[in-house]
């Protein structure tokens, strides 16, 4: 049987998956571990994508829960 804490691991680990199943997430997320913060656009540019479409990714990456998963990351 499963313990709560092992439900709570798989669902946050399943959000982990959610946000970096994506390339262009993926790549924003490696530039963010040094742990510098970088402005949207520079993102973009790491991730090859239009501003527009990072702002998009990183509107994912910290709503809800993601946000807590994500920290996990960097």
Not at 11 to 29: C, F, I, K, N, Q
Not at 34 to 40: D, I, L, Q, S
Request: proline share 5%; charged share 20%; aromatic share 4%.
């Amino acid at each position: 049987m499963e313990s709560p804490f092992e439900r709570r691991a798989r669902y946050e680990l399943a959000h982990v998956g959610d946000a970096v199943g994506d390339p262009s997430r993926a790549a924003m997320l490696v530039a963010l571990m040094g742990g510098v913060a970088r402005p949207a656009s520079e993102l973009a540019r790491v991730a090859g994508v239009a501003p527009s479409t990072a702002t998009s990714h990183l509107q994912k990456l910290v709503r809800g829960s993601s946000r807590r998963a994500i920290s996990w990351l960097i």
